[in-house]
């Protein structure tokens, strides 16, 4: 069984690192219009699969959106995802004017859905970051399977 956090990492056994990314996201009206709408991305390094997406200036109103770090990553090639979160590249002919690539993140549930466009160079730093922290494919050496297994137990 692997110990956690990974051997030759004691002096960041208990320490809490997140990598966050604020941008500026569009939410796409079905009219094609485009509104402005501030975003964060988050990484904590002891939740090693998860990525998070929330709206600081509306965070009374927009709930945190949690899924996969790897989807996100995915989603910047081809699209990806299945039920609540798909995330997929935009053409090159629907980039912005300045050329920069972009992708979609459709955000799903309760028969409520929101399309949001980003710019795929931010949130690609935003990742490289947290592969520093943690590489990917090195997710389970951070595993905290105690409390992982102590979560299940507690949704049941």
């Known amino acids: 069984m692997t110990a956690w956090p990974p051997a030759g990492d004691n002096a960041r056994q208990h320490e809490t690192?997140?990598?966050?990314?604020?941008?500026?996201l569009e939410l796409v009206l079905r009219s094609g219009e485009k509104l402005p709408l501030p975003a964060r991305l988050t990484y904590d390094r002891n939740d090693p699969l998860a990525a998070r997406l929330d709206f600081p200036e509306h965070a009374d109103s927009i709930r945190?959106?949690?899924?996969?770090?790897?989807?996100?990553?995915?989603?910047?090639?081809?699209?990806?995802?299945?039920?609540?979160?798909?995330?997929?590249?935009?053409?090159?002919?629907?980039?912005?004017?300045?050329?920069?690539?972009?992708?979609?993140?459709?955000l799903g549930g309760l028969g409520a859905v929101a399309l949001l466009e980003a710019p795929v160079p931010p949130v690609r730093a935003w990742l490289e970051r947290t592969w520093k922290e943690v590489p990917l494919g090195k997710e389970h050496e951070w595993m905290d399977w105690d409390l992982v297994l102590a979560r299940l137990l507690d949704e049941q």
């Open 17 to 24: 690192v997140l990598v966050e990314q604020r941008l500026l």
């Open 64 to 106: 945190e959106w949690v899924f996969a770090r790897n989807l996100l990553a995915a989603g910047m090639h081809a699209l990806m995802g299945r039920g609540d979160v798909r995330i997929w590249p935009l053409c090159v002919s629907a980039n912005d004017d300045d050329g920069e690539p972009r992708m979609r993140i459709q």
